[in-house]
């Protein structure tokens, strides 16, 4: 669909009506590339929209077009980037791209010296964090914290992970850290184009 137009903002109590159906596009979405990811339930996305965690894109019709939410580990060391799932009517404007973009300002805002990184197996994921800054690393450079590996129990490659004793899957780590002397000045530019 061109040409539509939509707000993207942090998520509120208004939104977590859609909670239900972002987590059943996430899924379809998911089986229709045949690739592995963690499931969420309404809860979680709940949760992350009330813990002012999350980012949406609502059209001017109010339905929802997109989705992505952080969350921080070990003592705000990492922030993870996740669930970020764009509404297959809205696909290939740049919608995943501003919200990306938002997600890091949020990132930044709540989680100022953390590594921010990703899981992914999406090319499109990857070009757009690869524009921002992101590098690829090896899975001993993002957090180890036990409780975020514990969302992959539910993707298909689970058992690969754990034959490979969490150092490596399917998915490519993307990792954003702000206090590199490179990313450093990408930082301050985005916070400015975000303001
Ligand atoms: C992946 C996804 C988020 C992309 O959303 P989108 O709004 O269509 O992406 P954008 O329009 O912002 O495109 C960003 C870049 O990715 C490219 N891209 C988009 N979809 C692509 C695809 N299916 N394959 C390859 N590249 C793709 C675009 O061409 C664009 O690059 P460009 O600016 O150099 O042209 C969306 O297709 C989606 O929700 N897919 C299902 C869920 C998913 O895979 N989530 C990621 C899990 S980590």
């Known amino acids: 669909m061109n040409g539509f137009s939509y707000e993207i903002m942090k998520a509120n109590a208004c939104h ?3 909670a239900e159906q972002i987590c059943k596009e996430i899924e379809s979405s998911a089986k229709q ?4 990811i963690s ?5 979680l996305i709940i949760q992350k929209i009330l813990e002012d965690k999350a980012v949406i894109a609502i059209t001017d019709m109010g339905e929802w077009a997109g989705f992505c ?6 003592n705000d060391q990492f922030v993870s980037n996740s669930g970020l799932i764009i509404a297959p009517q809205f696909r290939k404007n740049g919608l995943a791209r501003k919200i990306k973009a938002e997600i890091f300002n949020l990132s930044s805002l709540k989680f100022p010296n953390a590594k921010v ?16 800054g992101y ?3 090896i899975y001993s450079e993002i957090t180890q914290d036990d409780k975020f590996w514990e969302g992959c129990k539910s993707c298909i490659n689970w058992e690969i992970l754990q034959s490979k004793n969490r150092k490596n899957c399917l998915c490519t780590a993307l ?3 702000p206090l590199s002397e490179v990313n450093e000045n990408n930082n301050s530019k985005l916070i400015s184009l975000m303001a």
């Open 16 to 18: 977590t009506k859609f």
């Open 33 to 36: 590339r045949g690739s592995g």
């Open 39 to 43: 499931k969420r339930t309404p809860e």
């Open 69 to 74: 939410y952080i969350e921080s580990w070990e």
């Open 117 to 132: 990184f990703g899981l992914t197996t999406s090319s499109a994921v990857m070009k757009i964090n690869s524009n921002m």
């Open 135 to 137: 590098e690829p690393v």
């Open 175 to 177: 990792l954003f850290d």
